[in-house]
T-cell receptor, first 109, second 116 residues
Framework: GQNIDQPTEMTATEGAIVQINCTYQTSGFNGLFWYQQHAGEAPTFLSYNVLDGLEEKGRFSSFLSRSKGYSYLLLKELQMKDSASYLCAVLDSNYQLIWGAGTKLIIKP | IAGITQAPTSQILAAGRRMTLRCTQDMRHNAMYWYRQDLGLGLRLIHYSNTAGTTGKGEVPDGYSVSRANTDDFPLTLASAVPSQTSVYFC???????????????FGEGSRLTVL
């Protein structure tokens, strides 16, 4: 079966750095996505990786290792507004998105 | 309208009632999706449509039906609601076809449905 694992909840301090991991086992791979979802709101697209390596976009970076079935989202200089759930998703061989349950990130002052 | 609009934003209904969740987009996207989101679970695909006039079943289609009469609208119908259909429902779209199915989805604000 297809499976995406990520931690349920993480806590970090304002101004610090946090890394949210995601491991996946899917039938085929056409890219890995990270979405941000604030409580009570819709998910919004953050990043996309299809090749191995690091993609940087401002304070957020996303890393992919296809051989290990592994990705992480790195958030730097954390701000209170970064408190949200972060969803990892993989585009499988049928071009359907398979979603992880999400990681709730709590930022403390 | 800018993006995707869902209605209603919240609804409580009795078991056995019929309910239609509406979804309209103005981005001329080809592909549209309905997901449900439950606590502790990832987004689960109910139904999808790659282009107007076509629909397909997702991971959890039972008890739900959809139609795609035109590019903009993609309503989701619960023929006879049951308590297990209590959830938050998200409609989403992406460009698709010539733009490719990239996985970059645009979501509506969600419809919170409670079935008693």
């Amino acid at each position: 079966g297809q499976n995406i694992d990520q931690p349920t909840e993480m806590t970090a301090t304002e101004g610090a750095i946090v890394q949210i991991n995601c491991t996946y086992q899917t039938s085929g791979f056409n890219g890995l996505f990270w979405y941000q979802q604030h409580a009570g709101e819709a998910p919004t697209f953050l990043s996309y990786n299809v090749l191995d390596g690091l993609e940087e976009k401002g304070r957020f970076s996303s890393f992919l290792s296809r051989s290990k079935g592994y990705s992480y989202l790195l958030l730097k200089e954390l701000q209170m507004k970064d408190s949200a759930s972060y969803l990892c998703a993989v585009l499988d061989s049928n071009y359907q998105l398979i979603w992880g349950a999400g990681t709730k990130l709590i930022i403390k002052p | 309208i800018a993006g995707i609009t869902q209605a209603p934003t919240s609804q409580i209904l009795a078991a056995g009632r019929r309910m239609t969740l509406r979804c309209t987009q103005d981005m001329r996207h080809n592909a549209m999706y309905w997901y449900r989101q439950d606590l502790g679970l990832g987004l689960r695909l109910i139904h999808y449509s790659n282009t107007a006039g076509t629909t397909g079943k997702g991971e959890v289609p039972d008890g739900y039906s959809v139609s795609r009469a035109n590019t903009d609208d993609f309503p989701l119908t619960l023929a006879s609601a049951v308590p297990s259909q209590t959830s938050v429902y998200f409609c989403a779209s992406e460009a698709g076809l010539a733009g490719g199915y990239t996985g970059e989805l645009f979501f509506g604000e969600g419809s919170r449905l409670t079935v008693l």
